[in-house]
């Protein structure tokens, strides 16, 4: 991963994990309930599923597997 633009892509993808997982804690909590918000936190799960297949491509599994658990655990 010594390559800037690829250190640039891993970090845009790791923000966005942190966004989508912020986004799906938010909509445990929000106004919306039942089949509503089951949605809305499934997309976010799934949205991290994919950007976490991305990370894949560019890190490796089990690089990118790493990356997002240790962004988890600061949450």
């Known amino acids: 991963m010594s390559n800037p633009e690829c250190r640039s892509e891993v ?7 942190t966004l989508e997982y912020e986004a799906a804690k938010r ?7 039942g089949i509503a918000q089951h949605a809305f936190i499934t997309a976010r799960m799934e949205n991290m599923c994919n950007i976490h297949q991305e990370l894949q491509q ?3 599994e089990r690089e990118a597997t790493k990356l ?4 988890l655990e600061r949450m």
């Open 68 to 71: 997002v658990a240790q962004t």
């Open 58 to 60: 560019l890190v490796g």
């Open 27 to 33: 909509g445990m909590s929000g106004l919306a309930c």
């Open 11 to 17: 970090a845009r993808l790791m923000q966005q994990i």
